[in-house]
């Protein structure tokens, strides 16, 4: 069975392969910036048996060259925001009323693309402009105007003061559209943002350097591969065949739509070492506990509403995973967070050892990293202002007088330099012609040795 891959680079799971495996929910995919455009790449680059896109992804951008690297998103579907070619530096109202300008465009297309789409998903990196800027925009749009339900990808800066200050003030804008429902004319409930995946880069970058899963990746490559993997894998785990599904519909009206933030973990278990029940049930459970796959420091005992688990576990061992050990796993969870609507599911695979581990959380809190932004762009400010406080400065102190009179010029009438002169012919429109003071015949910077 062939292996699948993104981009030849990142592989899938090996279920992906499969008979009958495919993705079972229409994603749509609208990438922002420079950041957001590259994560959207990877989501272009998954291409079913027959090396077709499965998604359905645009993007828009500011800055042409930044578009001339996006290599997986037909050209048609790649738009610049005119008249700001050059981009927006780092200056998200810029953004904002550039994306506001070319809106008309593009929201057209993506009503000609996405309209059948189950839910999409807006990306974009925050800190910079494009990106920051557009994001809140778009959502509003989408969700006013076209009536799909609406989630963002966000990735967050390194810190940066002025990137972790636009980060900070454009996510309280989306941040409280979680909780934003409104009615339509006919009184049907919508909400404003269905939910948000938050990418940490500075987790991100840190974990590539300690323990790259794929090796000879940058680590903006690793963090967009892996964002795109888990999603499309989560996708076709809801169109397997099982006993125990958690289906397409699950997912999205339990977990994905519920106005909150969602993380993903993962998690591979070598069957040969874990051999008893028990054993089995708590390595499961463990998973959402250890490293998440995107962004780290949730309070699950406060925050978690609601999360799906699904186990991907080899044919040769599929019995080891029955409805009983399903029900012990369903009790440990309840007797842990009994707040906490709990949907497991298994499938199988052709692995021959190893289970494969997936969980999807819906969260009512942020991630650490996220919830200190304010405090991390304000002291970084500081940081800034004491430095320039402490810094040694251009003060070269007095000019020193000369005694000697030797190169003292004849007197003559004072003339500017800078004048062109009177006797010259004027052009048509009764302007003096411009002349280049380096050129020849000019007095200005004449050679006087």
Request: charged share 25%; aromatic share 8%; hydrophobic share 35%.
């Amino acid at each position: 069975m062939e292996e699948l891959t993104i981009d030849n680079v990142w592989p899938l799971e090996g279920f992906i392969s499969q008979k009958n495996a495919k993705a079972g929910i229409k994603y749509g995919f609208i990438g922002l910036g420079q950041g957001g455009s590259k994560i959207a790449d990877a989501f272009a680059g998954i291409l079913d048996k027959n090396g077709n896109s499965v998604y359905k992804v645009m993007i828009v951008n500011s800055n042409l060259g930044d578009m001339t690297k996006i290599k997986n998103v037909p050209k048609r579907y790649q738009f610049p925001l005119k008249g700001y070619e050059r981009g927006v530096g780092k200056d998200p109202e810029v953004g904002r009323q550039a994306f506001i300008e070319n809106g008309e465009v593009i929201f057209d297309e993506i009503q000609n693309l996405m309209s059948d789409s189950d839910i999409i998903f807006v990306i974009n990196s925050m800190g910079g402009g494009t990106g920051t800027g557009a994001v809140n925009v778009l959502v509003e749009a989408i969700t006013e105007g076209l009536h799909i339900p609406v989630s963002v990808i966000t990735t967050l800066p390194r810190p940066n003061e002025v990137e972790s200050l636009n980060a900070y003030n454009a996510m309280t804008e989306l941040v409280a559209k979680l909780g934003d429902i409104r009615s339509d004319d006919e009184y049907h409930e919508y909400r404003m943002l269905e939910s948000l995946v938050v990418l940490d880069n500075d987790l991100i970058v840190r974990e590539h350097s300690e323990a790259p899963e794929v090796p000879g990746l940058t680590w903006d490559f690793y963090s967009n591969y892996k964002v795109a993997a888990i999603l499309h894998e989560w996708s076709v785990l809801t169109s397997l065949e099982s006993h125990f599904t958690v289906d397409a519909a699950d997912l999205l009206n339990h977990v994905i739509r519920q106005g909150a933030l969602i993380t993903f973990a993962k998690k591979k278990i070598n069957l040969d070492e874990v051999t008893t029940k028990d054993d089995l049930v708590s390595e499961i459970i463990s998973t959402f506990k250890g490293k998440n796959v995107l962004a780290n420091g949730f309070d699950y005992e406060k925050d978690m509403r609601s999360m799906a688990l699904v186990v991907v576990m080899p044919k040769s061992h599929e019995s080891r995973l029955n409805q009983d050990t399903l029900e012990d796993i369903r009790t440990r969870m309840f007797d842990e967070y009994p707040h906490v609507n709990f949907y497991p599911g298994s499938a199988t695979s052709n692995s021959k050892r190893h289970a494969i581990v997936y969980t999807m959380a819906s969260m009512g809190g942020l991630p650490e990293r996220a919830k200190n932004l304010r405090k991390e762009a304000e002291e970084l400010k500081k940081m800034r202002e004491e430095r320039e406080r402490n810094a040694s400065g251009f003060s070269m102190g007095e000019k020193i007088s000369t005694t000697s009179g030797s190169r003292v010029r004849p007197a003559a009438p004072a003339r500017n330099p800078f004048a062109q002169s009177r006797t010259e012919s004027t052009g048509n429109d009764g302007s003096l012609p411009k002349k280049n003071p380096f050129a020849k015949g000019s007095s200005l910077f004449k050679n006087t040795r």
